[in-house]
């Protein structure tokens, strides 16, 4: 059986993510090589993993060069500086790089319904059913609200550090656990 992993914001490519999120990498290739050995030291061949943006700064050549070395089978949820795979999507999917690219998705493991999305929201489908929200792009800057947490690889919130790695689905079920639904009702008379 496979487990689930969500990831975001690996910023491959990107010598200046290290200054912004004060990443405790020397430079990008000492990142590259960090972040693809923590990667793999949790993710195995047929495990999946829901990549949630921001992957890779670089040309499609390169970030090809990363996703030959990473495990896993991925599905990608396109981030705001994702546009070389946007523009090389329909060949990074024959080519089996990721087995699905969209905007937004849902999901359900092991009975839990999850919306992926790059962008954290203060409500979304099914928040007040206890649906998660998975997202990214804030880096850990934007705390987890009701069933939300950013789960990329600079947020603290799961475990309580940043570890540049993906998370199980154990450890974030774990962390929502903790967490309260937060109830709007939009159908409520104000």
Not at 10 to 25: A, E, G, L, M
Not at 48 to 65: A, C, H, P, Q, R
Not at 94 to 118: A, C, P, R, T, W
């Amino acid at each position: 059986m496979s487990n689930i992993f969500f990831t975001s914001d690996n910023h491959f490519y990107h010598t200046n993510i290290i200054k912004y999120s004060n990443r405790p990498f020397v430079d990008v290739e000492d990142m590259h090589e960090q972040m693809i050995q923590k990667w793999n030291a949790v993710v195995g061949q047929d495990d999946i993993v829901y990549n949630l943006g921001d992957f890779s700064f670089g040309k499609i050549e390169n970030t090809i060069k990363i996703l030959k070395r990473l495990n896993g089978r991925q599905h990608f949820i396109f981030g705001n500086h994702d546009k070389e795979l946007i523009r090389n999507k329909d060949v990074l999917i024959q080519d089996g790089y990721f087995e699905s690219m969209d905007y937004y998705k849902e999901i359900k493991v092991e009975g839990q319904h999850i919306n992926l999305f790059h962008f954290g929201c203060r409500v979304w489908n099914k928040s007040h059913h206890s649906a998660w929200l998975l997202f990214g792009h804030s880096h850990g800057s934007l705390p987890p609200h009701g069933k939300s947490v950013d789960i990329g690889s600079d947020s603290p919130w799961i475990n309580g550090q940043a570890e540049y790695r993906p998370f199980t689905f154990t450890e974030v079920k774990r962390f929502m656990d903790k967490q309260e639904v937060t109830y709007v009702d939009h159908h409520e008379e104000r």
